[in-house]
């Protein structure tokens, strides 16, 4: 069965260090990738997606991703963490193949900003 | 911000009680899709839509419905409340089944 695992639960940083978030996917063939972000209280905001092609690729508010088939990772980075980046990144799967028209979440990763 | 909108968005029911919730787009997307959000869980898809009248059940449908009967609003109903349906609830919206999905401002339910 297709699963998305978000092995850290946590994480903390601080201000201005590096960030990775880490994704790994299980699924028959390369599927639609994305990373979310949410706010506390809010809803989700696509943060950057992959469908194919070039396997580094770039969201809004300063963060990348890259794309590791042989891995089945899709980890999230950003150089330099600000405080507003403070929330819940989740990463999901899609079926890009399938007739089914639905996505696969991981359980999230709540980030936490030092100042 | 794609013009998605959820009512209520707070409701606290007892159980036993029928409940609707009600999603609103104004992009005309074809597809509309329900969540639930529990702690330790992300989201899990309840049902979703792929046009008018055609829906289909997601991975935690049991104990929900839906109903689409306009391209815009897509209406979850809890048919009998249990405390196990506590959670916040998301509409999203996407123009194909290819296309990232775009999330409403969610619904907080709870059942007492």
């Known amino acids: 069965a297709q699963s998305v695992t978000q092995p850290d639960i946590h994480i903390t940083v601080s201000e201005g260090a590096s960030l990775e978030l880490r994704c790994n996917y299980s699924?028959?063939?390369?599927?639609?990738l994305f990373w979310y972000v949410q706010s506390p209280g809010q809803g989700l905001q696509l943060l950057l997606k992959y469908f194919s092609g070039d396997t580094l690729v770039q969201g809004i508010k300063g963060f990348e991703a890259e794309f590791k088939r042989s891995q089945s990772s899709f980890n999230l980075r950003k150089p330099s963490v600000h405080w507003s980046d403070a929330a819940e990144y989740f990463c999901?799967?899609?079926?890009?193949?399938?007739?089914?028209?639905?996505?696969?979440f991981g359980s999230g990763t709540r980030l936490l900003v030092r100042p | 911000d794609a013009g998605i909108t959820q009512s209520p968005r707070h409701k606290v029911t007892e159980t036993g009680t029928p409940v609707t919730l009600r999603c609103h787009q104004t992009e005309n997307h074809r597809y509309m899709y329900w969540y639930r959000q529990d702690p330790g869980h992300g989201l899990r898809l309840i049902h979703y839509s792929y046009g008018v009248k055609d829906t289909d059940k997601g991975e935690v449908s049991d104990g929900y419905s839906v109903s689409r009967s306009k391209t815009e609003d897509f209406l979850l109903t809890l048919e009998s409340a249990t405390s196990s349906q506590t959670s916040v609830y998301f509409c999203?919206?996407?123009?194909?089944?290819?296309?990232?999905?775009?999330f409403g401002p969610g619904t907080r339910l709870t059942v007492t």
């Open positions: 699924y028959g063939a390369t599927p639609y």
């Open positions: 999901a799967v899609g079926p890009p193949m399938d007739s089914s028209y639905k996505l696969i």
């Open positions: 999203a919206i996407s123009e194909s089944n290819l296309d990232e999905q775009y």
